[in-house]
C-alpha cells in the first residue's frame, strides 16, 4: 500500500534559490529552507528557471554546467516538480506592470499569479507585484 502524502499548499522557486538549494544551502534562509524541506508542500520549478540558467551557462555568466545538463534529474531528485510555460503564462507576464524588467523573474511573477502561490526568493522586487514571497 502506497503512502498518500497531502499537499498543504504550492510555492516556486527562483533560479538562485534552486543554484544555492543544489550548490550552496548555506545561503538559503532558515524559513525557506523550512518550506523547502516540508513534505507537505510541493515545490514547483519552472521551466523559465531553466532557460534561465542555460542562457546564463551559454553566455559564461553562470558556472553550472552541471545543473544545466542534469536538470530534469536534479528536479526529480530532490522531489520537486517541473512547471510547463503556457500561453496564458506568456501573456501574463507580457502585460505585468515593469516594476521588474526581468523577463525570467516576469515569468515566474505570473505563474505564481496564477497558481495563487508564493515564490521562495531574495528577490524584494518581486514584492511589487503582490506576490507572496517566502525568504
Known amino acids: 500500500m502506497s503512502e498518500v502524502v497531502r499537499v498543504r499548499r504550492n510555492v516556486l522557486l527562483d533560479t538562485h534559490v534552486l543554484l544555492w538549494w543544489v550548490g550552496a544551502p548555506?545561503?538559503?534562509?532558515?524559513?525557506a529552507s523550512k518550506v523547502l524541506r516540508d513534505?507537505?508542500?510541493?515545490?514547483?520549478?519552472?521551466?523559465?528557471?531553466?532557460?534561465?540558467?542555460?542562457?546564463?551557462v551559454n553566455l559564461g555568466k553562470l558556472a553550472a554546467?552541471?545543473?544545466v545538463a542534469g536538470f530534469s534529474g536534479i528536479?526529480?531528485?530532490?522531489?520537486f516538480y517541473r512547471l510547463a510555460i503556457s500561453t496564458a503564462h506568456a501573456l501574463?507576464?507580457?502585460l505585468l506592470p515593469l516594476h521588474h524588467t526581468d523577463s525570467f523573474d516576469r515569468m515566474l511573477i505570473a505563474q505564481a499569479q496564477a497558481l495563487n502561490c508564493p515564490i521562495v526568493s531574495a528577490d524584494a522586487r518581486l514584492d511589487h507585484y503582490g506576490v507572496r514571497r517566502i525568504w
Open 26 to 31: 548555506d545561503k538559503i534562509t532558515q524559513a
Open 39 to 56: 513534505p507537505e508542500v510541493r515545490v514547483y520549478v519552472s521551466a523559465a528557471v531553466a532557460w534561465e540558467m542555460a542562457i546564463k
Open 65 to 67: 554546467d552541471e545543473v
Open 75 to 79: 528536479v526529480q531528485a530532490k522531489g
Open 92 to 94: 501574463r507576464a507580457g
